[in-house]
């Protein structure tokens, strides 16, 4: 049963299906408690410890959510879980081994107490651990050791929540020296940064229990942040990423868009028969055994527990956040349908002759240069140029690009069906989008629904590097009418390609060694096509603005594009300088000229 994947309907699980993997799952993770047992060692290896640690801040959550929200109070599964996990939890911490670790290495004291800390806040005392903490703190510790910033609001985090410290820490100042604060290149994020992201977001908002305690121009850019990288790890079946940012929408209180609802789906279809949920579909997992089939008759008993032992830590994490996302999910009691409105992460006041203009019409220049001096040593090669250079010309004169427009008709797939698309057809699909008819997705609501979907799955492809798909997704949204940050952040993720000599990426890193000089030109000729299509359709949906009223300037995304966003514009390769013009009020169609 363990490798089976729970089959589902394609549309919104109910409140009964999460209450069902809610209780498989609780199941499960009380299977496989001595999983989660510390070794018996002078010091505990930092896996065994960190497991266990998040087994304990789940039970403190689980407890306190139970305490404070009748949907989970009668929940028997949950009871007989919540004892278990407490005699457990406090069984391993009482071990010797383990106790006298956290004062044989002070500098790794939080750390190897943080489980202890979980316990403390959900009412536990033990006298030894006690004086452990009163004499590291003595000895200048966690204060004196280098920590990352996020790691010193989970330091101060736990301090204040198990009691140890009277006063509540000053969020929004630890909350300014993270990544959280600090990122506003989407595309860039890897994933150590988004497990940052979402640990910051668990504890300003005490995983859910109290309001995100930032100004709202902060809590909607965290929403677009956790929302494209939420897109990403969707499209990448990342299913321990999906669960956290799950987890962080909901906190937000912002669990209802289009983005959540599919991806929540998707989450929720990932969960196997007994309850365990994979960090990533079975078929990608290395090595993967299910433990309750006998996949090798011969095999004895020692080789079965091992494979037991790689299933637990494979799926132990993911299966934790995924009790926390169901029982933040049952106790917040949403409906069952997404609300489909979406809107603008800014105010549509913006300046008509954006700097992003400039920039593609430097970019063509440049481009243009590289083009004449290309060498062509095939006829392909001689008909991507002379293209290439038709579209610098377009650019420079903002000519709708070659084909716009020339097909009626476009059938969209659902936006769940979009964002997981294999690359191939995603690409087919954008190519064809992008000599469609103006508006092929129709409404108000939808049209803003598709600029995010686009725009998300635009920065999905550009964090992995792969500026093809890029650029036939910029064209297609620019010539479908779509609009919104996300699209524009992707139109200078392209713009930041381009290399001084005026081709794009870097085809050293994408090209095999064994390629010939003529390959790899002709491949960089391609590439520098499929750029420059982009670059004019996004150039012809921003020239397209008339001016109108001037209006108030408006709220950035985050500090530094909202700096470059209204700085000077650069002209002939960044030379000479002049002011951008006032800001107004753009049409309802285009790229938004928000960051550049």
């Known amino acids: 049963m363990a490798g089976s994947v729970l089959k589902m309907p394609q549309n919104t699980p109910t409140h009964v299906d999460v209450e069902r993997r809610f209780g498989a799952s609780l199941r499960w993770l009380n299977s496989e408690i001595h999983g989660f047992s510390l070794p018996d060692t002078a010091k505990p290896s930092g896996a065994s410890v960190k497991a266990l640690s998040e087994l304990a801040i789940a039970y403190a959550w689980l407890v306190q959510c139970r305490n404070r929200l009748s ?38 004291t939080f750390n190897l107490l943080v489980c202890y800390l979980a316990l403390r806040s959900s009412g536990y005392r033990s006298t030894y651990h006690e004086q452990t903490l009163r004499l590291v703190h003595r000895w200048g510790y966690p204060a004196i ?12 985090y736990f301090l204040w929540k198990s009691g140890l410290t009277r006063h509540e820490p000053s969020w929004q100042t630890l909350y300014k020296r993270t990544i959280l604060a600090r990122a506003h290149c989407i595309a860039y994020l890897d994933r150590d940064d988004a497990y940052s992201i979402t640990h910051t977001l668990f504890y300003l908002t005490d995983f859910g229990n109290r309001p995100l305690p930032l100004p709202d121009s902060d809590r909607i850019r965290i929403k ?6 939420l897109i990403h790890y969707w499209r990448t079946s990342d299913w321990d990423l999906v669960g956290e940012l799950l987890i962080n929408l909901e906190c937000l209180n912002m669990g209802k868009s289009v983005c959540y609802t599919g ?69 917040r009691q949403h409906g069952d349908r997404a609300d489909m409105t979406e809107t603008a992460a800014v105010p549509r006041y913006v300046p008509v002759l954006d700097p992003l203009v ?48 020339s097909v009626p008709g476009i059938r969209f797939p659902t936006p769940e069906e ?151 514009r650069p002209e002939a390769d960044g030379v000479a300088q002049t002011p951008t013009p006032s800001p107004e009020r753009p049409r309802e169609g285009g790229l938004h000229q928000q960051h550049i």
């Not at 929940?75 to 071990?95: H, M, V």
């Not at 997705?441 to 998300?456: D, E, L």
């Open 263 to 331: 991806s929540a789906n998707a989450f929720q279809r990932a969960w196997l028969k007994n309850g365990a949920v994979p960090p990533h579909p079975i078929e990608r997992e290395p090595d993967h055994v299910d433990p309750t089939k006998n996949n090798n008759k011969g095999a004895d008993e020692d080789k079965s527990a091992d494979e037991r032992t790689k299933f637990f830590w494979r799926h132990y994490h993911t299966t934790l956040v995924g009790v926390l996302y169901c029982a933040l999910t049952l106790s």
């Open 418 to 568: 979009f964002v997981v698309l294999p690359r191939d057809d995603l690409s087919r699909l954008a190519q064809i989008a992008s000599v469609g008819e103006r508006g092929a997705a129709h409404g108000r609501n939808q049209m803003a629904v598709w600029s995010k979907i686009f725009g998300g799955v635009a920065l999905s492809y550009a964090g992995s590097g792969d500026l093809s798909v890029v650029a036939a997704l910029v064209r297609a949204a620019a010539c479908s009418g779509l609009d919104g940050p996300w699209l524009a952040e992707a139109v200078v993720y392209l713009l930041d390609q381009q290399q001084p000599a005026g081709c794009f990426g870097l085809l050293a890193l994408g090209t095999s060694l064994t390629c010939t000089e003529g390959e790899i030109a002709e491949a960089s000729l391609r590439l520098a096509v499929e750029i420059l299509w982009a670059l004019a359709a996004a150039r012809y949906a921003l020239g397209e603005l008339k001016p109108r009223r001037e209006a108030p300037p408006s709220l950035p995304l985050s500090g530094k594009g909202a700096s470059r966003a209204t700085s000077t």
């Open 145 to 156: 050791t280098e920590t990352v910033p996020y790691r010193v609001l989970n330091n101060q």
């Open 71 to 108: 949907p989970l109070a009668n929940c028997a599964a949950l009871e007989t879980s919540l004892e278990l996990w407490r005699r457990f939890i406090i069984g391993e911490c009482q071990k010797r081994t383990y106790a006298e670790s956290a004062r044989r290495y002070p500098a790794q």
């Open 224 to 229: 677009e942040i956790v929302e494209a990288l």
């Open 358 to 405: 400039g920039r593609i019409r430097i970019a063509s220049r440049r481009a243009r240069r590289w083009l004449g001096s290309a060498a062509t040593s095939s006829p392909e090669a001689v008909a991507l140029q002379k293209l290439g250079i038709l579209l610098c010309e377009r650019i420079t004169d903002g000519v709708a690009p070659p084909l716009a427009g």
